[in-house]
């Protein structure tokens, strides 16, 4: 009783290793999930890089099929699930409570358990490079050939576990912000006057919380295919393998709004404040965000218009599919009303945002043309799907999430990331992206088909097939001086001051970084830009050149340790850790022993012990 | 560029094209006229050094919100009307024109033709008469596959169990078409490939004739071959089917007419007594993860089996 005792003691410590472990502060748990999403995303880059030398000339053997498949597969899974999704989650963290104006997120235990579920999660997904194979299957698993008889290696095992303790992060995370960003905003900030990128992580959350289940349901079917002899998808045993692609579309579709709306908000964000101007059409690029939430449930089956649905449902999913493109349109063309009449100042964060408004353009025009179901049946599954996925995801999402990196980490460090270093990156990455991606619409039409691991020479493909894997590496060495960048300046970095870019919203009211509890004074809010009307009042500064007022939302930053703030827990890395070992006691069956005549394997019953345990810790846990 | 959407060869993929065409270019309008307006706004309101001027504090404009919702909506709607009259055209084959019945059935890594009316039973290369529709019926032995010849049609997907799925097709004119699975199917996915071979309806007729024929009956070396071939110790016919011999497997093509074919292994290698030692001596080697072993087959053996095979015209 000692031992639990001592540990139900709170940590205290502000400083050191154990400080970030047991950390709930939402400001550093954003940095955890940033440090640890980068590192994914580079790694995700990797293996991009690894296809792509491959892919540089024809009948290429630098590496093999089998290795091939579990590099496409585990790109996909790496970008999507541990890259963009939580580089984006690392901006609700921080940015959330900021902009708001709250001192913490709902339920800082909970956020943590989010960060350390994920990272155990992102570990689990990798592990079969270690183990034999990692996932083979393609980030979409289509079944049957995700049965044990077809994809044996525990690859397959480790992403169905791996995807639903993932869930488990991100479905606690998404409740976390909803809750949040209804309760805890700062007095007057009602709805219509919350920043944009609110909105879209309140948009984002919901789409989490919906389209996870759907996907959980799908990936146990699964898991009891493989591991109990079912046959949900067992053709031979009376299974449908139509049953995964409907399910795993349902989430599938909802999942691409989740990777891109954050970003759409963070580029709602940048592009007013770099432009000296309100958003445009504010309640319009809201409502469109929001209706793209909701329309992104129709549309799940234009990914299955080869299956042979029938006229009827194609022609059903082609319509609700070029629907979409309407709300998506007019946020395209409010951005370009923000930036009309405004005093454009060209640095790197609005770079970033003009970028990724061009090159979504473009992958959202190539997106109309396979919402033509004859159209998708020459471009489905080819090189022409690769470019606009990646014209939406990497200049779409990566652009964004890029924008929000360079615009928010003078907030996190107080440091300035260096300018012409930030330009070079820009102008690295954008050029390369192009070079990249680009000519795939090409080869794709030329009926190069996407997942193949090597192809003859003779196709029309062999020279635009350089040009990509030329492209991608001219886009990897702006990502490499990205990374220069982070680590010069923040040694060397100018110092960035509480508002370096005459900032709109309440984040820059505050110190750079924030201190523990953000703001001394919870301010009140009294209309759209709340900051913006604190500095230039409510005329919006028309014709002022310096503000009017001094900054008062933060209040005075004199001695406030009296401020009650959570105290950190050892708990939420407890039940992480125990997430983790029953995981894994599932995919090895380590040890099975017999308990009331049934098999129970060791480590997943320690590892729902210490769950219990932790929980348990958790809900006696006193106040420090 | 035997696999060009854009050089459609075949109604299907020719009606698909205009389609697509269609949406192109209305897309490259739409592209230059937004992008266009983006790159204009951003050299034209660019902060000058030394500006630093508040610009006016526009909100927006609700007439205008009104419009750029209107004309979008507009444009798709062009789209959608022809894109579902195409839909409605594919989804069965015209009348106008005598139809083929083709079953395709595929396999990890390899393509199964079957003509029913016609009692032929092929693999990996598909004949066709010209003047006709093909309308083919598709499923899958194992997992999903999908059909696709560029220059001829759009893809289908190929399902195990019950379910199938249909694609009708024909081509212009005389001609060698490639196709290529377009559905990741396992380690070999990259090495799944086929040829529709569009003739006349004469060729068709004798290539039908041909294929019906009963083997080829082997002489000399190649009588060893045939041998070789059914020889409990060396397994081939325990997978491939040789019509008129104790050769009935299932597993792989069927082989009764081989050196009627121009390619082997699924499109991967011409058929050329080199290429068939190569991959006799280790399929694996050339084909990640096919079903057909190395037999452990000695140099000797293997030309034999290449003598063999290459008489089974």
């Known amino acids: 009783m000692a031992t639990i005792a001592a540990v139900l003691r709170r940590p205290t410590s502000p400083t050191g290793v154990w400080a970030w472990i047991t950390t709930v502060d939402h400001k550093r748990i954003g940095v955890l999930y940033l440090v640890t999403a980068f590192t994914f995303f580079l790694i995700g880059g990797l293996e991009a890089m690894a296809m792509r030398t491959q892919l540089m000339r024809a009948d290429n053997s630098v590496v093999s099929a089998s290795v091939f498949s579990q590099l496409f597969t585990m790109h996909a899974l790496t970008m999507i699930f541990l890259g963009v999704m939580p580089l984006s989650a690392a901006f609700f963290n921080f940015i959330v409570p900021l902009q708001i104006g709250a001192r913490d997120v709902a339920f800082p235990r909970l956020n943590a358990l989010s960060y350390w579920v994920f990272l155990f999660g992102g570990i689990l997904l990798n592990l079969g490079w270690f183990t034999g194979g990692a996932a ?270 360079y615009y928010w980490f003078p907030k996190m460090t107080n440091r300035l990331l260096n300018e012409g270093v930030g330009k070079l990156n820009f102008w690295l990455m954008f050029i390369g992206m192009n070079m990249a991606f680009a000519p795939m619409h090409w080869y794709g039409l030329q009926g190069m088909p996407r997942r193949i691991y090597t192809y003859p020479s003779g196709m029309g493909w062999d020279g635009w097939n350089l040009v990509s894997t030329i492209g991608g590496y001219i886009l990897a ?56 009307e604190q500095k230039y009042g409510a005329g919006h500064g028309e014709g002022a050149q310096t503000p009017m007022h001094r900054p008062v939302a933060g209040g005075s930053y004199e001695a406030h340790a009296d401020i009650h703030m959570p105290s950190p827990s050892y708990w939420p890395i407890v039940v992480s850790f125990g997430l983790l070992l029953l995981a894994l006691g599932v995919v090895y069956g380590l040890a099975p022993v017999m308990l009331l005549g049934l098999p129970f394997n060791v480590t997943s019953l320690l590892g729902v012990g210490i769950i219990f345990i932790g929980i348990y810790g958790w809900s006696i846990e006193p106040v420090a | 560029m035997p696999q060009n959407t854009l050089a459609p060869a075949g109604e299907v993929a020719r009606d698909i094209l205009s389609l697509f065409r269609l949406i192109f270019w209305m897309a490259v309008v739409v592209f230059v006229v937004v992008q266009g307006l983006l790159v204009y706004a951003i050299f034209r309101f660019r902060r000058k050094p030394g500006d630093t001027a508040m610009p006016a504090q526009v909100h927006g404009n609700t007439p205008l919100e009104v419009a750029w919702t209107i004309a979008p909506a507009v444009i798709l709607a062009v789209i959608a009307v022809p894109t579902i009259g195409t839909i409605g055209k594919l989804a069965e084959p015209p009348d106008g024109k005598p139809v083929v019945q083709v079953s395709v059935t595929g396999h990890q890594w390899w393509w199964e033709f079957q003509l029913p009316e016609l009692g032929v039973l092929t693999a990996n290369e598909l004949h066709i008469p010209v003047g006709s529709r093909v309308n083919a019926t598709l499923k ?18 190929l399902f195990p169990g019950s379910r199938t799925t249909s694609r009708w097709f024909d081509a212009d004119q005389p001609g060698e078409y490639q196709g290529q699975c377009a559905e990741f199917c396992g380690a070999s996915h990259a090495h799944m490939k086929f040829r529709v071979i569009a003739q006349t309806q004469a060729d068709f007729d004798a290539w039908v004739r041909a294929q019906k024929a009963p083997a080829a009956t082997p002489t000399g070396r190649a009588a060893d071959g045939a041998a070789l071939f059914t020889n409990p110790s060396k397994l081939c016919y325990t997978c491939h089917t040789i019509d008129g011999t104790t050769a009935q497997g299932k597993v792989g093509p069927n082989l009764t007419h081989f050196a009627s074919r121009g390619t082997l292994a699924a499109g991967l290698f011409e058929r050329t007594d080199e290429n068939i030692a190569t991959w006799l001596r280790d399929p694996l080697a050339v084909k990640p993860g096919s079903k057909m072993p190395n037999l452990g087959l000695s140099d000797t053996d293997i030309q034999t089996l290449v003598t063999y095979l290459q008489a089974l015209k």
């Open chain 2, 140 to 157: 899958s032995a194992d997992i999903i596959h999908s059909f696709w010849v560029p220059r001829l049609s759009g893809k289908s997907d």
């Open chain 1, 136 to 405: 083979d299957a393609g980030w979409f698993a289509y079944a049957n050939l995700t049965e044990r008889t077809y994809t044996p290696s525990h690859g397959m095992d480790f992403y169905v576990l791996g995807l639903l303790v993932l869930g488990v992060s991100s479905l606690a995370a998404a409740l976390n912000f909803i809750i949040t960003i209804i309760n805890l905003r700062a007095p007057g900030m009602t709805l219509m006057r919350m920043p944009v990128f609110i909105w879209m992580t309140l948009v984002t959350s919901f789409l989490l919380v919906f389209a996870f289940p759907v996907i959980t349901v799908g990936l146990f079917q699964l898991l009891f295919d493989r591991f109990f002899g079912t046959n949900f998808f067992n053709v031979a045993g009376g299974g449908d393998v139509i049953m995964w692609q409907h399910l795993f579309w349902v989430f599938g579709h909802p999942e691409v709004y989740i990777l891109i709306l954050p970003a759409m908000g963070i580029v709602s964000e940048v592009l007013p404040a770099f432009s000296r101007k309100p958003l445009f059409g504010y309640p319009f690029v809201v409502f469109s965000g929001v209706v793209i939430g909701f329309m992104g449930w129709g549309v799940w089956a234009h990914h299955m218009f080869t299956t042979g649905m029938g006229p009827v449902a194609d022609a059903v999913f082609s319509v609700t599919t070029m629907l979409i493109a309407v709300p998506t349109g007019v946020k395209i063309f409010n951005w370009l009303g923000t930036l009309w009449g405004g005093s454009l100042d060209l640095k790197t964060p609005m770079l970033f945002a003009l970028g990724f408004v061009f090159l979504f353009i473009i992958g959202g025009l190539s997106g109309v043309s396979h919402a033509s179901p004859p159209a998708d049946l020459q471009q489905q599954d080819t090189y022409y799907i690769v470019a606009h996925i990646h014209y939406v995801l990497f200049g779409g999402s990566i652009f964004g999430i890029f924008a929000g990196l």
């Open chain 1, 477 to 532: 060495v702006g990502i490499l001086v990205f990374v220069y960048n982070v680590f010069s300046s923040l040694r060397r970095g100018r110092v960035a001051g509480d508002d370096p870019w005459d900032g709109r919203t309440l984040e820059w009211a505050i110190p750079s970084p924030p201190p523990h509890y953000n703001f001394a004074e919870i301010p009140v809010v009294h209309g759209r830009d709340a900051f913006w």
